[in-house]
Structures are given as structure tokens and as C-alpha cells.
């Protein structure tokens, strides 16, 4: 059982930015790929960025320019920075795992909410 631990959210304006973290209760060396996705109201959950089982990054389109996924040094925390954010940005971020048996496990989730 992979716990994971969102923290970093919270209300920012337009154009500020937010970095989230997500700590994992194993080391992401037994983890086959972590990263984030977001759920806004009314709409499906989306990938926002993820580290991928061969160690590289997988970012949705239209966020790569702002959005940034890093790792941790204790090997098992991912972050996201978040620059230049936008109204549209506004949304539940997860942190997601996907074991190397492809069982997949969700955070709580981080209130992210940009708003003048």
C-alpha cells in the first residue's frame, strides 16, 4: 500500500505561482511512474505531468510551458511548480503512483485556486 501526501496548494492570484509537493510512503525506486493530474469542477480528471516508468517526463500540451515536475533528493517526493498561473488552473491536484504490477494509487488531493 503506497500512501501519498499532497501538500502546497491553496488561493493565488493570475500570474502568481505555486509549487506542490507530494510525498510518497515508499521509495519511488519501486514505484513505476508518479506525477500529477487534476480534476476542475464539472470536468474529468486530466494528466497535468508525470515521471514515466523510463524515468522521463510526460507533460499534457498545453502546461509544459509553465508547469514544472521534479524530483525530491529522498527519491520518493515529486513536486510541481506552477508559474504564470491562470483562472483555468483552478482545480483538485492529485498525485498519482502506478506500482511496477500497475496498481494505481491517488493523494487526497490540493485545492488549487486562482482568482483575483
Known amino acids: 500500500q503506497v500512501q501519498l501526501v499532497e501538500s502546497g496548494g491553496g488561493l493565488v492570484q493570475p500570474g502568481e505561482s505555486l509549487r506542490l509537493s507530494c510525498v510518497a510512503s515508499e521509495s519511488i525506486s519501486s514505484i513505476n511512474a508518479m506525477g500529477w493530474y487534476r480534476q476542475a469542477p464539472g470536468k474529468e480528471r486530466e494528466l497535468v505531468a508525470t515521471f514515466t516508468a523510463s524515468g522521463g517526463t510526460n507533460y499534457a500540451d498545453s502546461l509544459k510551458d509553465r508547469f514544472t515536475i521534479s524530483r525530491g533528493y529522498a527519491k520518493n517526493t515529486v513536486y510541481l511548480q506552477m508559474n504564470s498561473l491562470k483562472p483555468e488552473d483552478t482545480a483538485v491536484y492529485y498525485c498519482?503512483?502506478?506500482?511496477?504490477?500497475?496498481?494505481?494509487?491517488w493523494g487526497q488531493g490540493t485545492q488549487v485556486t486562482v482568482s483575483s
Open positions: 498519482n503512483a502506478v506500482l511496477p504490477d500497475l496498481r494505481v494509487y
